[in-house]
């Protein structure tokens, strides 16, 4: 977006003015929301480009008026209400109100070394070859999206020679607004990495670091379903996945099992039930045809869905993919014999 | 973004639990009530707070880049491997993660000095330099770099000779840059140790140069 921090080439902002032996920290503030900001982060619910973008939609003169601490802790309340952490009310009156989101994890004092050591890579693998290769000429585009990008405008439209090709990233554009891809591929950036034992969309809590206090009382629920029998997990408890249809059929039954639709012993047993049916593979490999199985059956006994509503759904979305170019996003709208619902 | 901070400090800055003053700026205000939410909430862990901040104020700094640019000094063959694969050769140094994933080390030579800025926030390789200082992170800095970097090195008082080409890195959304100064006159010799305190922070930024052994 043309936003208030793309700020190459404009003037008027006055000389630089350097500090001579400037300290880390101007304020004690300054410390908290560092940490705060990291802290949020760690919860794995957003990347640092939509939390970039957050911050270049500060409206222009309250971003141009505020310190860079200021910027960040603006789009930390952007991102709390956005990702349902924390209401608008009660950032606003710093009054815990009511539930929130349960965050992938919460960073503890001891995890703080380990997670600022390994940091985020963003580096993606690519499976084409790339596009241009240094020596090429190259025009950059000339666009005013209103969505995240990092090419500034001082930049834009310039003719210019590709001096190196630097490796392959997630494409912060898109990666902004959920749509993380691998620039210059189609290929989702997601499909190879997740084989190796990707992150579950929840994780177990632990407490122990904070003694004595009520800690993610809201958060434990999801901890049962990565204790549902026979799910894989890695050696820290946590799920892992071998397709991203795995993590988000995982994703949906905890959904619906923090709103209440089934308990624990009702999945059990229906999962249970699942996984001895005659014909399943002995090495496991349709555990998840198993889990999404029973899911759909405890769907049906709750009349949130009839397992032919289910199935109707799923043949829509098989045309869907069947009717759409290779390479562009699969919506449902391509199926064919798809009526607007 | 004010390039105020020196005019402005709160009252707190040198004495986190010394609250005599019973007046809050809006932005401790601010800050603080959102810790108190978050912690109440259980989202965060005021303690993981204490330990970020202790590891930019004592462990990840300017001292880092330092200890890479005066190996790379030294060592001609670790020179060319910073060259060709930077995120590597520092990674073994120890130095790596959050802020330093990918890393690319641009060397100044008396014809060519090279300067590091992000117009568009303020990316920084925190794994070598820690924290970014506050005019980094400041309008007239972001704005003017990209357009009249000569006029900016005046700004600190770095007047290039005219036959020096600038060459400026706008840093992109995944890779840092770290400026490898170029080694001053009189270093001959030097231990890597006694190197290291000639790199200064704005040597790898590229708004300064190298100390010279006898201004150190």
């Given amino acids: 977006m043309n936003g208030p921090h793309d700020l190459g080439g404009q003037m008027g902002f006055g000389p630089v003015a350097p500090e001579v032996n400037e300290p880390y920290f101007h304020a004690e503030w300054e410390k908290r929301a560092l940490g705060i900001t990291l802290s949020c982060g760690a919860f794995g619910a957003w990347n640092i480009d939509e939390s970039r973008h957050a911050r270049e939609n500060i409206p222009p003169a309250d971003y141009l008026a505020a310190s860079y601490y200021e910027v960040w802790i603006r789009g930390i309340d952007t991102l709390l209400a956005r990702h349902g952490f924390a209401s608008p009310e009660e950032l606003f009156s710093g009054r815990d109100l009511q539930?929130?989101?349960?965050?992938k994890r919460v960073l503890t004092a001891e995890m703080v070394s380990g997670v600022l050591s390994r940091g985020g890579p963003c580096d993606r693998p690519l499976h084409s070859e790339p596009r241009f290769a240094p020596g090429d000429e190259i025009r950059t585009r000339n666009f005013h999206p209103e969505t995240h990008t990092r090419l500034p405008r001082y930049a834009r439209g310039k003719r210019g020679v590709v001096e190196a090709v630097q490796g392959s990233f997630v494409f912060p554009d898109d990666n902004a607004h959920g749509k993380g891809k691998i620039r210059n591929g189609s290929t989702r950036s997601y499909s190879r990495p997740m084989r190796s034992g990707a992150r579950a969309p929840t994780r177990r809590f632990r407490s122990r670091s904070m003694p004595g206090r009520a800690i993610l009382s809201v958060c434990e629920s999801p901890t049962s379903l990565s204790q549902s029998p026979g799910l894989p997990v890695s050696a820290e408890g946590d799920p892992v996945f071998a397709e991203p249809w795995h993590a988000q059929a995982f994703a949906i039954t905890v959904h619906l099992h923090e709103n209440g639709l089934f308990t624990w012993s009702e999945w059990a047993a229906a999962l249970s039930s699942q996984l001895h049916q005659p014909g399943r593979a002995e090495d496991g490999h349709d555990y998840f045809d198993g889990w999404v199985a029973a899911l759909t059956g405890l769907m049906a006994a709750k009349g949130i869905a009839d397992e032919a509503t289910v199935l109707a759904l799923q043949q829509s979305w098989q045309r869907a993919a069947e009717a759409t170019k290779h390479g562009s996003p699969i919506l449902r709208e391509n199926d064919p014999l798809h009526l607007a619902d | 973004m004010g390039n105020d901070h020196r005019h402005d400090h709160d009252h707190d800055s040198h004495h986190h639990d010394h609250e005599h003053d019973n007046h809050y700026s809006d932005m401790q205000a601010r800050v603080r009530a959102l810790e108190t939410l978050l912690t109440a909430k259980g989202l965060i862990d005021p303690a993981a707070i204490d330990a970020i901040v202790e590891t930019y104020e004592t462990k990840i700094g300017p001292k880092n880049g330092a200890r890479v640019?005066?190996?790379?000094?030294?060592?001609?063959?670790?020179a060319e491997w910073l060259e060709a694969d930077a995120t590597a050769a520092i990674a073994s140094?120890?130095?790596?993660?959050?802020?330093?994933?990918h890393m690319r080390a641009v060397f100044n030579s008396p014809r060519n000095h090279n300067l590091v800025v992000c117009t568009l926030c303020s990316c920084y390789p925190w794994a070598v330099l820690g924290l970014?200082?506050?005019?980094?992170?400041?309008?007239?800095?972001?704005?003017?770099?990209?357009?009249?970097?000569?006029?900016?090195?005046?700004?600190f008082g770095l007047s290039l000779s005219n036959d020096t080409k600038i060459r400026v890195w706008d840093s992109t959304a995944e890779l840092r840059y770290l400026v490898i100064p170029t080694r001053p006159a009189g270093s001959e010799g030097f231990s890597e140790d006694a190197l290291a305190t000639l790199v200064t922070r704005d040597s790898m930024i590229g708004t300064g140069v190298a100390l010279l052994p006898e201004a150190r």
Avoid: H, M, N
């Fill in chain 1, 99 to 103: 539930p929130g989101t349960c965050p």
């Fill in chain 2, 93 to 101: 140094l120890g130095f790596a993660g959050r802020q330093g994933e």
């Fill in chain 2, 132 to 155: 970014p200082p506050v005019w980094y992170k400041a309008p007239a800095y972001r704005s003017r770099a990209v357009i009249d970097p000569r006029a900016v090195l005046a700004e």
């Fill in chain 2, 69 to 78: 640019v005066a190996k790379a000094w030294r060592e001609p063959a670790f």
